[in-house]
């Protein structure tokens, strides 16, 4: 219990310290920021680029997997709706040659 307390008292020391001793820009500098730590992948082998290593999709970066995925099932859907629907989508125009 009293090194529950003793911890509560040095956190409440250090932080009026702060607020009251220090300016903003010095107590920023004490303040520890994660910047873009969420971001890094460090376990594991290194990810690369998928046009760096095409046949290895396990060793890709995720965010390139995913567009290479949803591309990947976007022209498949659409092929197949071109394929079952006979392309109707498309209508033929009949040329008219001027006759001068």
């Avoid at 994660?34 to 376990?43: E, F, I, S, V």
């Avoid at 290479?68 to 109707?88: A, P």
């Amino acid at each position: 219990m009293a090194t529950l307390a003793a911890a509560a008292a040095r956190q409440a020391a250090n932080s009026l310290r702060l607020s009251s001793s220090r300016t903003a820009g010095q107590a920023s500098t004490l303040i520890q920021r994660r910047g873009l730590a969420g971001a890094a992948d460090h376990h594991g082998p290194p990810r690369v680029n998928c046009w760096s290593d095409p046949m290895s999709p396990s060793k890709w970066k995720e965010e390139h997997f995913v567009i290479v995925s949803l591309s990947g099932w976007g022209l498949l859907i659409f092929s197949g709706y071109k394929f079952f629907t006979g392309g109707k989508g498309k209508k033929e125009e009949k040329l008219v040659e001027a006759s001068h």
